[in-house]
């Protein structure tokens, strides 16, 4: 029983290692990619107390290296998802029972444990993995995972000191529950901080949880997991498995104790787990909570009066850096035809000076794209536009497979501002630009609001506070996060919530005190001190 108030201060963002030449920290992450890479792992499943292993076993290759093997995964299938759910359907009275100051303080060990002890076994997993580079890798598996896990243990703090107000003779007051039954979270390649933050947000607040990693993350997941263990995380309350989307589907959404879904990958993958849970509503024991963050189409916009350095680099780093595979990543740019000649000139020198290679190469900015299937699509789309008489490549554009899925930084000019390319999530390293009449600004505006079913990131580049002013307004509903003179990718927890709207999701904004209302069912309770023994009111006194 809590015998005190627990306070859980608004933390600092986690301090980014810079990983230079000479640096104690790039000594430390050699030495530890060095590590990893010698030692084979047989990944288990974790559902309960157990570590499941199963004869089905998939193969782990560096996307920048295929020809070298990390380790095998057990794959599972819809007996381990069910046995996922009564695991955690086991757990879940004494997990929500549990204090919340002995909750909050496994999850701030885990966040401490990454910080020191495992800090280059998280960035070395996730390089290794989803070949991101050093420091795409610093500010991914281990700060923004970091300040995941400091922050909400705040923010949830915080909720819980929300109470009402009390008449005379009463007191109210509000509990905090978990959702009745267990949550699946589904989690994505790209970033290993969201696959540490769906689980653990839900979990954090009492929820059991069902977690379902991409396939090709489950190499950074399972250290992940590891962490949280030896943080103190009882068995059941966070099950990992590894299953086939349709598999999981199935069992979850029909079964009766499913609470909610926190989800993030594609639209289309998110429109079907919505359809599927709209038909099963009768099963359920309540109204599940669905959330979800999906594709972008992401814009940067420049007015005529911007400095063509800050939109190029604005755009070298947005569009490529993890090699354009970020949600959030610029992908079609609206450039005035008054500096475009000098934007598209320092945009061919940025990407012929990129180098691309092994993450373990740390002068290389670009790496692999994740798999065989990701690569084919993109280059599909880069191979269409050298056909196109609408489009033309203005730099980049070649794609390599034989020993990695490597792709070329590609920009493509195009004189149509419907093109295929303007219009559809590629999650790859291209960029699409149009060239607008520089007068035409706020007739551009209309263009970029209305041209994507997606809304989740933008940016607007100038120097004309007028012009930011009207851009602001007018793209109010086509981007969740709207950057000012900024690429429209870096999001940092507690700094900029992270979420979109349209097709890009529900806008419940990870990495924020909103995000955790999702997780919690509210319940009012209402004491009377003296309570009444007459039903008579005063007003039914005759005169």
Known sequence: MSIGTFSYPLPVNE????????????????????????????????????????????????????????GQFSMGDKKHVQQAIDAALAAKEKWAALSWESRAGIFLKAADLIATKYRFHMNGTTMLGQSKNAYQAEIDSACEIIDFLRFNVHFLSEIYKQQP???????NRLEYRPLEGFVL????????????????SAAMCGNVVVWKPANTQVYSAQMFMRILKEAGLPDGVINLIY?????LGEVCFSHRDFAGVHFTGSTGVF????????????????YPRIVGETGGKDFVIAHKSADPAVVATALLRGAFEFQGQKCSAASR??????????????????????????????????????????????????????????????AGGSCDKKNGYFIQPTVIETTNPQYLTMCEEIFGPVLTLYVYPASAFEKTLDLVN??????????IISTDRAAVELATRKLENAAGNFYINDKPTGAVVGQQPFGGGRASGTNDKAGFILNLYRWLSARTIKETFNPPTDYKYPFLAED
């Open 15 to 70: 301090p980014v290692l810079n990983y230079a030449p000479g640096s104690k920290e790039r000594e430390q992450l050699k030495v530890t990619l060095a590590t990893l890479k010698a030692e084979t792992l047989d990944i288990p499943m974790y559902i309960g107390s157990e570590q499941v292993f199963t004869k089905n076993k998939i193969s782990i290759h560096p996307p920048h290296e295929r020809k070298y093997t990390l």
């Open 165 to 171: 107000i009390s008449g005379p003779g009463m007191h």
């Open 185 to 200: 979270a589904v989690t994505p390649f790209n970033f290993t901080a969201i696959g540490g933050n769906l689980p653990t």
């Open 243 to 247: 299953v086939n989307g349709p598999e």
């Open 271 to 286: 429109n079907t787990m919505w359809e599927t849970i709209g038909k099963n509503i009768g099963r359920y024991k309540s």
């Open 333 to 394: 740019a609206y450039i005035p035809s008054n500096i475009a000649k000098e934007v598209k000139k320092k945009l061919v020198e940025g990407i012929n000076s990129f180098k691309m290679g092994m993450v373990e190469d740390f002068s290389n900015f670009i790496n692999a794209v994740i798999d065989e299937r990701s690569f084919d699509k993109i280059k599909n789309y880069i191979d269409k536009a050298k056909k196109d008489k609408d489009a033309s490549i203005l």
């Open 450 to 459: 209305n041209t994507s079913p997606y809304a989740l990131t933008g940016a």
